[in-house]
């Protein structure tokens, strides 16, 4: 008997990059996602079918394939800020390194919580009416410097419903405000593992991808969160939608 060992289990590294509009040229080098719990391409296809009349059982004696539509789904853990904005349609501001601010205004309709622009904050100095009432932490205010946050207690010396705050912050890994793009072309490059033979490469290149938006961020859990979502795969201006390359071992 033939010894053989052609079974697959994957694991692997996904990398995507942004291509231009209409089969662009890449804009950029590819990315790590990081962790990936899934990774799949779906393909299915609409089919006409005949069946003929001359013998009375109506059998089938034609089918034609109408349209193919190819699909594929990621489940990424890495929660990132390149992960979020690429999988939630955003833009990010990028890395702000800590520093002083002076006198930023901030609303205080009411009594409660408000919050200023960063999180990490020390050094605080709360002021209002251009500075020429200065409110006492614990009488007037208080703090969570964890997440920028001003508790207002006391309104008597908050003028015109504004405070100014002086405070220093640790910086931000970036700002991702989410669902400012419309949805954009990917490739998409799968450097898989086989765990059943490590020892040789499987690539999938997905040469042009439609990414939609994350279909969810889960927030509040006990569980890691994932980011899941799905695309479409569509044909590039070579023709060409992906390709598998079974890689000889390597050591």
Do not use: K, P
């Given at each position: 008997m033939t010894c053989s060992n052609q079974h697959f289990v994957g694991n692997g590294e996904v990398l995507i990059r942004?291509?231009?509009?209409?089969?662009g040229a890449a804009a950029e080098s590819f990315r790590k996602v990081g962790d990936a719990d899934e990774l799949m391409i779906s393909t299915s296809t609409d089919r006409g079918t005949h069946f003929e009349s001359t013998s009375g059982q109506r059998r089938k004696s034609a089918t034609w394939i109408n349209s193919t539509d190819t699909t594929f789904s990621l489940s990424v853990t890495d929660f990132n800020v390149g992960n979020l904005a690429d999988l939630l349609l955003g833009t990010d501001s990028g890395a702000v390194a800590g520093a002083a601010v002076v006198d930023e205004a901030v609303s205080v309709p009411s009594l409660g919580w408000v919050f200023v622009t960063y999180p990490g904050i020390t050094s605080v100095t709360v002021?209002?009416?251009?500075?020429?009432?200065?409110?006492?932490?614990?009488?007037?205010?208080?703090?969570?410097?964890?997440?920028?946050?001003?508790?207002?207690?006391?309104?008597?010396d908050v003028v015109a419903n504004i405070i100014e705050v002086d405070?220093?912050?640790?910086?931000?890994?970036?700002?991702?405000?989410?669902?400012?793009?419309?949805?954009?072309?990917?490739?998409l490059r799968f450097n898989g593992v086989n765990l059943n033979s490590p020892n040789k490469p499987v690539i999938v290149q997905v040469f042009r991808a439609k990414i939609y938006?994350?279909?969810?961020?889960?927030l509040i859990g006990q569980d890691i969160t994932k980011l899941s979502f799905t695309g479409d795969i569509l044909v590039d201006s070579n023709d060409n939608t992906y390709k598998v390359i079974m890689g000889n071992a390597v050591a």
């Open positions: 942004a291509i231009g509009d209409n089969c002021t209002s009416n251009g500075g020429l009432n200065t409110l006492v932490l614990g009488t007037d205010y208080n703090l969570d410097s964890r997440n920028g946050g001003i508790e207002i207690i006391d309104m008597t405070y220093t912050h640790v910086g931000v890994e970036g700002i991702v405000s989410a669902l400012q793009n419309s949805s954009q072309d990917f490739e938006a994350a279909e969810e961020l889960s």
